[in-house]
């Protein structure tokens, strides 16, 4: 079945986008809107009505949400109207005070950073934000960073840590930006650096993925103490129509990547990739943000309150300890082959492979 979106949905949402598979889904919510109206209008009671239709929104919901197919996910994860970085800021931060620049090229809009009280606490906000309107999306370049946006993340981050204040990412990206002019100043270079320098900072970080967890250009601020997904986000390596660029030699087999990269967060935990997966309202984040904003909220609060109990050494251990356990792949069993030893050396069967755990790039 096609998984393209369509320009219609329900009625009341400007620039409103629906998915293919939630094309039942936006009929019901248009029905119970226009009967809500009607009522309104004419005074007639349509309440038991409204009440079934919920009934069955509600069931469709559940059905179509608690089945995804990976790539159906990553359209979930993209939706238009799901909450971006600065609605989060809007939504659970109080206080923030935006630092701009890299102190060395320029001020990336892709990265947005500043100190702000969340979930009761003092933070160091690191996120990236896409934009909503196609002006602020150009201007964000779409979520995808330079490397002033990196360096700037790792200033305020060092920033951060020189005051012992926690650190919270938000990432959102489909990747780092993969221009010309992005390689000319040092990509490459800058998310390295962010990867070292962040690994050794005596401060707790938590990272989520709000939206699109793409390549480096998520990594680059997400190197973490505790790292979680939500439940219809995504964190991979390559986005599905990279992969199938280069697998496939056209972006028209994302779905297929997608099904190959294991993107949705159930298997990112079962690899070890990730610590949490943050539940989503049903529907999605874009059908309730605040209650997806309260959910991301809570977790940062308790993994923060977790962390801050650590000694600095101990933390600074069990992150290096974390970072080295990274994934885990396993090896099945072969049947041992007899060889002909090499001449000097003794003869010894080949023992069975071990499960082992390493870093799954």
């Known amino acids: 079945m096609s998984t393209q979106p369509s320009t219609t949905g329900p009625a009341g949402h400007a620039h409103s986008f629906v998915l293919e598979f ?40 559940r ?5 995804l197919t990976p790539w159906e996910n990553v359209q979930v994860a993209r939706h238009p109207r799901r909450p971006l970085l600065r609605d989060y800021l809007q939504m659970i931060t109080q206080d923030f005070c935006e630092l701009h620049g890299d102190r060395l090229y320029g001020d990336d809009k892709a990265i947005i950073c500043g100190f702000a009280r969340m979930a009761g ?55 780092a930006y993969p221009g010309v002019e992005s390689e000319e100043r040092g990509i490459a270079t800058a998310i390295a650096v962010n990867l070292m320098e962040i690994s050794l900072l005596p401060t707790p ?54 099904n190959a990269l294991r993107l949705g967060p159930r298997h990112l935990k079962e690899l070890g990739l990730i610590d949490s997966i943050i539940e989503e309202p049903l529907g999605g984040a874009h059908r309730d943000p605040k209650a997806a904003a309260a959910n991301v909220e809570r977790w940062i609060g308790r993994s923060l309150r977790d962390l801050r109990r650590l000694k600095t050494e101990t933390l600074l251990k069990r992150r290096y300890e974390r970072l080295r356990m990274s994934g885990k792949f396993c090896t099945t069993p072969s049947q041992t082959v007899e060889t002909k030893p090499a001449k000097g050396r003794s003869r010894r069967g080949a023992a069975e492979p071990k499960a082992v755990s390493g870093v799954r790039s």
Not at 121 to 145: P, S, Y
């Open 22 to 61: 939630e094309k039942p889904i936006a009929k019901m919510e248009q029905e119970i809107q226009r009967l809500e109206a009607s009522q309104a209008e004419s005074g007639r009671d349509y309440a038991e009505i409204i009440a079934s239709i919920r009934d069955q929104l509600d069931k469709a919901l």
């Open 63 to 67: 059905e179509a949400y608690g089945n």
């Open 121 to 175: 606490q003092r933070v160091m906000l690191i996120g990236q934000h896409k934009g909503r309107d196609t002006r602020e999306k150009i201007e964000a370049n779409f979520g995808c960073a330079h490397p002033e946006g990196y360096r700037k993340a790792l200033q305020k981050m060092k920033l951060a840590a020189k005051f012992q204040v926690p650190i919270v990412c938000l990432i959102d990206t489909p990747g």
């Open 205 to 258: 970080i938590v990272a989520v993925v709000i939206g699109e967890g793409g390549s480096g250009g998520a990594l680059g601020i997400c190197v973490a103490d505790q790292v979680a997904v939500m439940e219809h986000a995504y964190y991979s390596v390559i986005s599905p129509e990279g992969c199938a660029a280069i697998l496939w030699k056209s972006g028209e087999h994302a779905a297929k990547a997608a």
